[in-house]
């Protein structure tokens, strides 16, 4: 079978490179690369996108609607990575595992929007629990979250890396997007169902890349009053047979007494676990993920194989990590 024509839309960018180096490997797939003077020319991208069988957009929102719109015509298929798309319609959200049929509306898409890397996390814990009516939609959902600096952009990248070069303090870390109006909320809200806009309040520390994304929940103020058990049970069933999606044994979590947020960098592993203290009715739910892996390139490449009929792992890795 002849190899699948690529173009990666913004290669230089930190998702473009890794997912570029996913993808060099492979001889089932042939990229179509611009020289840096091509990069941002109009004729040359649209020449690239409609040359390819796939391509993926590794760029800011305005830009990836304009390579969409450059798109216009050709038989080419888009992953945007941008969040220019991802509550868009005739876009399909590109996270496969999360809900009963998302894999088969990827596999038969056109058009797909990547997630966002805490989003991924939160729509991961939440969307089952609403669905199975454990968390009702109108509950007051607040996300707390970490992030590597690559987690918060081009501008904090430059910021922390600027600071290290002066032996800036090693673990420093901030809270940001104070203002909650951070570009994932209304991801998270329409695909996990949420009646409401959840509190997000993201942080980001001295270390490149990996993530955690936590939602707290009191099980004593919910409807049904769940245990544990019960969320779990859920979480456990919904990803079951995902290649890529890990819920850990209730036993293992007990056990965790610290997280390390880097234990999955690498590989395109999406971790749950679920800590709780039974007897006063309180848990908290936490996605582990590198924010460059499932959080963006790697989740980019899954989607890609499925849109290709490929093998859903090919070039990826998968880990089953201790916590």
């Given at each position: 079978m002849a190899a699948a024509r690529v173009f990666i839309d913004g290669e230089a960018g930190t998702t473009g490179l890794q997912i570029r180096e996913r993808l060099l490997a492979r001889d089932d797939i042939e990229l179509i690369s611009l020289d840096d003077a091509q990069r941002k020319d109009a004729a040359a991208r649209r020449d690239a996108l409609h040359a390819a069988e796939v391509a993926i957009l590794c760029l800011p929102d305005d830009a990836a609607r304009q390579a969409a719109a450059l798109a216009e015509g050709a038989s080419v298929k888009l992953i945007d990575a941008?969040?220019?798309?991802?509550?868009?319609?005739?876009?399909?959200?590109?996270?496969?595992?999360?809900?009963?049929?998302?894999?088969?509306?990827?596999?038969?898409?056109?058009?797909?929007?990547?997630?966002?890397?805490?989003?991924?996390?939160?729509?991961?814990?939440?969307?089952?629990?609403?669905?199975?009516?454990?968390?009702?939609?109108?509950?007051?959902?607040?996300?707390?979250?970490?992030?590597?600096?690559?987690?918060?952009?081009?501008?904090?990248?430059?910021?922390?890396?600027?600071?290290?070069?002066?032996?800036?303090?090693?673990?420093?870390?901030?809270?940001?997007?104070?203002?909650?109006?951070?570009?994932?909320?209304?991801?998270?809200?329409?695909?996990?169902?949420?009646?409401?806009?959840?509190?997000?309040?993201?942080?980001?520390?001295?270390?490149?890349?990996?993530?955690?994304?936590?939602?707290?929940?009191?099980?004593?103020?919910?409807p049904k009053a769940p245990t544990p058990a019960a969320i779990h049970a859920v979480l456990a069933e919904r990803y079951a047979d995902a290649r890529f999606v890990r819920v850990a044994p209730l036993g293992e979590a007990e056990g965790v007494r610290e997280l390390d947020p880097q234990a999955l960098n690498g590989t395109n592993t999406l971790e749950l676990l679920v800590f709780a203290h039974a007897e006063t009715g309180r848990a908290v739910v936490t996605a582990r993920l590198d924010n460059l892996g499932k959080g963006a390139s790697g989740a980019a490449v899954q989607n890609l194989n499925l849109m290709l009929g490929l093998a859903e792992d090919a070039g990826l890795e998968a880990a089953r990590a201790a916590a």
């Amino acid at each position: 079978m002849a190899a699948a024509r690529v173009f990666i839309d913004g290669e230089a960018g930190t998702t473009g490179l890794q997912i570029r180096e996913r993808l060099l490997a492979r001889d089932d797939i042939e990229l179509i690369s611009l020289d840096d003077a091509q990069r941002k020319d109009a004729a040359a991208r649209r020449d690239a996108l409609h040359a390819a069988e796939v391509a993926i957009l590794c760029l800011p929102d305005d830009a990836a609607r304009q390579a969409a719109a450059l798109a216009e015509g050709a038989s080419v298929k888009l992953i945007d990575a941008s969040t220019a798309h991802r509550t868009a319609d005739g876009w399909v959200f590109g996270f496969p595992e999360f809900r009963p049929g998302q894999r088969e509306a990827v596999i038969a898409a056109d058009r797909v929007s990547n997630p966002g890397c805490y989003s991924t996390g939160a729509i991961a814990i939440l969307a089952p629990l609403v669905t199975a009516g454990l968390v009702p939609a109108d509950y007051p959902v607040t996300i707390n979250a970490v992030s590597g600096y690559t987690g918060g952009g081009k501008a904090l990248i430059a910021r922390y890396e600027a600071e290290g070069a002066d032996g800036y303090k090693p673990d420093a870390y901030y809270h940001y997007a104070l203002g909650l109006t951070h570009k994932h909320v209304p991801e998270i809200t329409r695909w996990a169902t949420l009646a409401h806009a959840p509190i997000f309040e993201p942080s980001v520390a001295r270390y490149a890349q990996g993530m955690l994304v936590s939602v707290p929940l009191a099980l004593w103020a919910l409807p049904k009053a769940p245990t544990p058990a019960a969320i779990h049970a859920v979480l456990a069933e919904r990803y079951a047979d995902a290649r890529f999606v890990r819920v850990a044994p209730l036993g293992e979590a007990e056990g965790v007494r610290e997280l390390d947020p880097q234990a999955l960098n690498g590989t395109n592993t999406l971790e749950l676990l679920v800590f709780a203290h039974a007897e006063t009715g309180r848990a908290v739910v936490t996605a582990r993920l590198d924010n460059l892996g499932k959080g963006a390139s790697g989740a980019a490449v899954q989607n890609l194989n499925l849109m290709l009929g490929l093998a859903e792992d090919a070039g990826l890795e998968a880990a089953r990590a201790a916590a």
